[in-house]
């Protein structure tokens, strides 16, 4: 079968990639993504200085997925934008930056520069972080994203994308789409991001699993598949002439699957690959090509969102 994807002028050789935040905050993380199976590679949210993020234990994983709230530890944008300067795009596995500013100011001044840098990552700003003590999920401000995203595109003219966090409410899907349908140069959203706020116990120590934020991060996993699938496929049907980039819950083949039946173009792994490894890729490439094969499927086309309804 044919896993290859072509879009936004991008050819990739499968569909998969890593979830931002997972092995992908240093270069020797983000050199195991590129030379894994993976068909493209996404770097850690980034601010423009470098930040250690929130204290420790912040991320842990239970029989569902993830809890974590590691608070936004990265390198600095400088040190990502010189990995994109020195990436070697025409290997054929795109590179995707991701920024996560404190501030709009932030973000338009990491825009800017990377726009005067002219490489060929794509920018994906995070608009759902939701783990900074004090700071509500930008994603959750529809009014607060409409002028976000009229401030970046006048900073930055080349296509990006945006990384959501799960919505709950046909209402709130429908609005969302309205704000973002308003900007052609949006050529990609991804959905999602964690849930926010969630509370893992553990009962034998009667007590929360993670230090920052009394116990409170954002669910990755198993936990969040429903909830992904949701999002990935009322974006596909209210955002048209946009892609939806499919994150949450993917652990075989089978949700990539459902993931990409649900209108993804592409996916991400996070949880999965952060518990298994970059050996994850393969494995589940080789489950999602078992899987067409069983359906008699040779390429993506052949069923992106084509869900069936009752
Ligand atoms: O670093 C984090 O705490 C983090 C971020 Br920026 C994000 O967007 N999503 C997440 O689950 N964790």
Redesign the pocket.
Known sequence: VDLSVSWLGLAMANPLYNA??VMCRSVAELEQVRTSAAGAVITK?CTPQPRV??PEPRYCATPLGSI??????NAGYPYYRDYARSYPYAAGKPLFLSL?GMTLDENLDMLRDLAAAELLCLPEV?L????LPGKPQLGYDFQACSEALTQITRVYQGPFGV?LPPYFDQVHFAQMAAVLNAFPGLRFVTCI??IGNGLVIDVERESVVIKPKDGLG?L?GSYVLPTALANVREFYRLLPDKHVVGCGGINSGREAFMHILAGATVVQIGSCLYEEGEGAFARILDELSALMVQKGYQRLDDFRGKLKTL
């Open positions: 931002s935040g949210s993020g929130n974590n709230s590691m608070g936004l530890p996560s995070n759902s972080c939701p783990n990384k991001n964690s954002g990755g």
